[in-house]
């Protein structure tokens, strides 16, 4: 019983240091599409390694609650262009909560899959990435189609707007959890230098072969 009150302490805590630290990363944004869209600085990276640490249900919980204070701190303005109960839906949803749901969802994917942290970590976020951008490609389509004016359709502008900034924004995630990983051992309850898990593992087995 207190092991596991330790642990839940721990994944909460965990929890809420990461959402802050995406919060906080996703005001870094220095660049901009050219058609609008902000490209940050790994601010996708915390809510995908917690899904990884903690599995599918935690991390959609996550990335929900990233997603609604994405949309609480930097998101309200955007219910000014939109107009109509469905459309506020869909912007609250596909623009927020679902899309950023799929972080955490995305991190948990190949876990168990793949056993080679990097590599499943690496998948994993170019998957919630991909996964996200179509959330904000669907919104594109159904509330934000007026201002595709000057495009063949309305596809090729949210494909195209939508596409552009979340490409980018993949591609950070992907080298910034493939970084994290080689540093950090993401699969131990406390977080630790893969470099010192590899020598304690070593320490372990020669340890075993002297007993021997």
């Not at 901009?32 to 601010?43: D, E, N, R, V």
């Not at 991190?107 to 970590?121: C, D, E, P, R, W």
């Not at 000057?150 to 910034?176: A, D, P």
């Not at 493939?178 to 898990?197: E, G, H, Q, T, Y």
Request: charged share 15%.
């Amino acid at each position: 019983m207190a092991e596991n009150k330790i642990n839940n302490t721990r994944r909460l805590t965990e929890t809420a240091i990461m959402i802050a630290v995406a919060t906080v990363l996703s005001y870094f944004a220095p660049f901009t599409a050219p058609m609008g869209g902000s490209i940050t600085l790994f601010s996708q990276v915390p809510i995908v390694i917690i899904g990884y640490r903690y599995g599918f249900k935690w991390g959609a919980f996550t990335g929900m609650l990233h997603g609604i204070l994405q949309m609480l701190l930097q998101g309200l303005g955007n219910f000014a262009y939109v107009k109509g109960f469905a459309a506020y839906l869909i912007l609250i949803f596909f623009d927020y909560v679902l899309a950023f749901m799929m972080l955490g969802i995305g991190g948990s994917l190949f876990k168990k899959a793949i056993k080679y942290q990097t590599v499943a970590l690496a998948f994993g976020a170019a998957v919630a990435s991909l996964l996200r951008f179509l959330c904000h490609f669907i919104s594109g389509v159904t509330i934000w189609g007026e201002y595709a004016d000057g495009w063949k359709s309305v596809w090729v502008y949210s494909l195209g707007y939508n596409g552009f900034y979340m490409l980018f924004e993949g591609i950070i995630t992907v080298v910034g959890v493939i970084v994290l990983s080689l540093i950090l051992d993401f699969n131990k309850p406390n977080l630790r230098k893969r470099k010192a898990v590899a020598e304690s593992s070593e320490d372990n087995e020669a340890a075993s072969d002297t007993n021997k």
